[in-house]
């Protein structure tokens, strides 16, 4: 089974800083991906970023980074130049190995941006 | 063209009452989804269908049902709702379950049971 942790309930950053969002996870799979989706105020649920575990490299979707460190099983977000657009809900979502295609969510993270 | 749509996206009944949700995906995906979201905003998936076929049945109360006709529709009917049924349920569907496809949500059901 897999279970995840977002430590940070709230994080607020001002428009065009940048920000990062903590979530860790703990697996026994060796095969897995992992998934940020944010959900802001209109309750949609939007994929953010997508990392495979089997990939060294970091996926980056525009403004949106991860820093993965499987040994650590860390899997932070990283907003460069932050838009009010951004504020939302976002949760961290391992899925993969035995679990397939089955997302288990974290608590949510809410990011405020301040003009 | 709404990928992933689910009616009615607001439900407010009585306890005891039994209702129905509605979900249809037009991204001709082999597997859908049902999630519930609680007040505190968690997440969790209840059940899934991959062709139509039932693969994932959490803990949840048999007086909910889920129900997929075919591959682009998925239904979730609860029985005697209670109190605690009240929650945003969402559904999604992705490519194929056993490819770790993103997943594609539609815009939620508010339930909320008086």
């Known amino acids: 089974a897999q279970t995840v942790t977002q430590s940070q309930p709230e994080m607020s950053v001002q428009e065009a800083e940048t920000v990062t969002l903590s979530c860790t996870y703990d697996?026994?799979?060796?095969?897995?991906?992992l998934f940020w989706y944010k959900q802001p105020p209109s309750r949609q649920m939007i994929l953010v970023i997508r990392?495979?575990?089997?990939?060294?490299q970091n996926a980056t979707e525009n403004r949106f980074s991860v820093n993965f460190q499987k040994a650590a099983k860390s899997f932070s977000l990283k907003i460069s130049d932050s838009q009010l657009g951004d504020a939302a809900m976002y949760f961290c979502a391992p899925a993969g190995g035995t679990s397939y295609g089955k997302l288990t969510f974290g608590q949510g993270t809410i990011l405020t941006v301040h003009p | 063209d709404t990928a992933v749509s689910q009616t009615p996206k607001y439900l407010v009944t009585q306890m005891g009452n039994d209702k129905s949700i509605k979900c249809e995906q037009n991204l001709g995906h082999d597997t859908m989804y049902w999630y519930k979201q609680d007040s505190k905003k968690f997440l969790k998936i209840m059940f899934s269908?991959?062709?139509?076929?039932?693969?994932i049945n959490e803990t949840v109360p048999n007086r909910f049902s889920p129900k997929s006709p075919d591959k682009a529709h998925l239904n979730l009917h609860i029985n005697s709702l209670e109190l605690g049924d009240s929650a945003v349920y969402f559904c999604a569907s992705s490519l194929n379950f056993y490819s770790y496809n993103e997943q594609f949500f539609g815009p939620g059901t508010r339930l909320t049971v008086l």
């Open positions: 269908y991959n062709n139509k076929e039932l693969i």
């Open positions: 697996t026994s799979e060796s095969d897995y991906y």
């Open positions: 990392q495979e575990a089997y990939k060294q």
